[in-house]
């Protein structure tokens, strides 16, 4: 059977290209599939379950529909939409997937991550996060803090990130190389899926002196992108976007 794995989708209403594109990819080539694994960033921003508009309701809405045809769908948090939460996972008929998660793939175990915990070298990133998404954290977001001024704080971060990201040096925004050995070697895998750092690529690799490979989704912008798991064959290609 066939199991497809997405990451980075960044869905916004500002972005209706992708956004047909992803409805035409569910509807077509992921019916049928056993599995589909979205591997974070599924959205460009989220503020929580009780934010969703009808933009976000049609989401789910398509989600459902591929989940009551038989595919089951897991979801991972990304750094953009780390507030999804049990509302929007019911809607959609998906299934929420820690960061990082062991699963069997092409008859083997496989590590799944979102990918931003890579990127070690980005200290003043991995401090934030670990401050915003901290049990206390969280429970400010999403108990305290009333919608109107998550959004602004949304805003905010997403501004903010961009920014950053622009006068970053590429290695600090990318995994940092030691990283990867030292954590497939943790979880006793031979082979590492991520999104995230959008520069979409197999690298193979040594894990206890034994060939390994990395595997790195792309995301969804001038193209979309999908790996596709058949058997043993794990294939990721490009596709257009919607016009």
């Given at each position: 059977m066939?199991?497809?794995?997405?990451?980075?989708?960044?869905?916004?209403?500002?972005?209706?290209?992708?956004?047909?594109?992803?409805?035409?990819?569910?509807?077509?080539?992921?019916?049928?599939?056993?599995?589909?694994?979205?591997?974070?960033?599924?959205?460009?921003?989220?503020?929580?379950?009780?934010?969703?508009?009808p933009y976000h309701d049609g989401i789910a809405s398509a989600l459902r529909q591929l989940a009551d045809s038989g595919t089951r769908i897991y979801l991972m948090h990304g750094n953009r939409d780390f507030m999804i939460g049990?509302?929007?996972?019911?809607?959609?008929?998906?299934?929420?997937?820690?960061?990082p998660s062991l699963v069997q793939l092409g008859g083997e175990t496989v590590l799944l991550m979102h990918g931003?915990?890579?990127?070690?070298?980005?200290?003043?990133y991995l401090r934030k996060r670990a401050r915003i998404r901290s049990p206390l954290g969280l429970f400010i977001l999403r108990h305290i803090m009333p919608l109107s001024k998550r959004q602004a704080l949304a805003r905010k971060l997403r501004n903010e990130s961009l920014e950053r990201t622009a006068m970053k040096a590429?290695?600090?925004?990318?995994?940092?190389?030691?990283?990867?050995?030292?954590?497939?070697?943790?979880?006793?895998?031979?082979?590492?899926?991520?999104?995230?750092?959008?520069?979409p690529a197999v690298h193979e690799l040594q894990v206890a002196g034994k060939p390994a490979r990395r595997?790195?989704?792309?995301?969804?912008?001038?193209?979309g992108w999908a790996l596709q798991v058949d058997g043993n064959d794990f294939v990721q290609a490009p596709f257009p976007i919607s016009a």
């Open positions: 066939t199991v497809l794995l997405i990451s980075d989708l960044h869905l916004q209403e500002e972005r209706p290209d992708v956004t047909r594109t992803f409805f035409d990819f569910l509807h077509n080539r992921a019916r049928g599939a056993e599995a589909l694994y979205i591997l974070g960033d599924f959205f460009e921003v989220w503020i929580g379950d009780d934010g969703m508009t049990k509302d929007f996972c019911r809607k959609a008929g998906c299934t929420f997937l820690p960061d931003d915990t890579l990127c070690t070298r980005d200290v003043q590429a290695d600090i925004i990318d995994v940092t190389p030691e990283e990867i050995p030292r954590i497939m070697h943790k979880y006793g895998v031979q082979t590492l899926i991520h999104g995230h750092t959008h520069r595997i790195v989704l792309g995301d969804w912008d001038k193209q």
